[in-house]
T-cell receptor
Framework: DAGITQSPRHKVTETGTPVTLRCHQTENHRYMYWYRQDPGHGLRLIHYSYGVKDTDKGEVSDGYSVSRSKTEDFLLTLESATSSQTSVYFC???????????????FGPGTRLTVT | KNQVEQSPQSLIILEGKNCTLQCNYTVSPFSNLRWYKQDTGRGPVSLTIMTFSENTKSNGRYTATLDADTKQSSLHITASQLSDSASYICVVFTGTASKLTFGTGTRLQVTL
């Protein structure tokens, strides 16, 4: 599991409230990612980070912000949660692969978020 | 637009039987293709990674094939076990940190 933990694992919140999800890694990997997974869709990239304070948007970044003040922590914030953000959120890290592969991705256990 | 399509969406097989899952992609540029297994309530776990030059790779009872000309891949599971019940996700990687395209997965159920 590449030492990835996510917290909380489950959360129910109300529309309009702010929510922060945390991803923690123990192996000092440079790249970290936030994805969401919804029925009928593949995993979709929200934001990613390539170093402390270095982040970039993915394909579904609207309504989300991220921060990375330490190598080991990558936070995903929903400033004002909406029902469309009900989803399972996965954090991932990349490490160098073997042979000619630039890297491999390992995923955390996921956070199930319900916005009512 | 980069896309990865998987079929079937779901599949039920008897324990001990074989099955094959399909993946078609329209992703460019292509770097490598991965198959992940995702158990219910868990994150995806990598099964195989294949580059453009590879056409077959095995991992135990899992064998992946890749035809880069037709942009198709398959995952063959031999002598299925109850623990193979999971979603299998095909992912195509274009070679940069943010450029992975995920399929929607095939949900496999292995029954007695």
């Amino acid at each position: 599991d590449a030492g990835i933990t996510q917290s909380p694992r489950h959360k129910v919140t109300e529309t309009g409230t702010p929510v922060t999800l945390r991803c923690h890694q123990t192996e000092n990997h440079r790249y970290m990612y936030w994805y969401r997974q919804d029925p009928g869709h593949g995993l979709r990239l929200i934001h990613y980070s390539y170093g402390v304070k270095d982040t970039d948007k993915g394909e579904v970044s609207d309504g989300y912000s991220v921060s990375r003040s330490k190598t080991e922590d990558f936070l995903l914030t929903l400033e004002s949660a909406t029902s469309s953000q009900t989803s399972v959120y996965f954090c991932a890290i990349s490490i160098l692969g073997t042979g000619d592969f630039p890297y491999e991705q390992y995923f955390g256990p996921g956070t199930r978020l319900t916005v009512t | 637009k980069n896309q990865v399509e998987q079929s079937p969406q779901s599949l039920i097989i008897l324990e001990g039987k074989n099955c094959t899952l399909q993946c078609n992609y329209t992703v460019s540029p292509f770097s490598n293709l991965r198959w992940y297994k995702q158990d219910t309530g868990r994150g995806p776990v990598s099964l195989t990674i294949m580059t453009f030059s590879e056409n077959t790779k095995s991992n135990g009872r899992y064998t992946a094939t890749l035809d880069a000309d037709t942009k198709q891949s398959s995952l063959h599971i031999t002598a299925s076990q109850l623990s193979d019940s999971a979603s299998y996700i095909c992912v195509v990687f274009t070679g940069t940190a943010s450029k992975l395209t995920f399929g929607t997965g095939t949900r496999l159920q292995v029954t007695l």
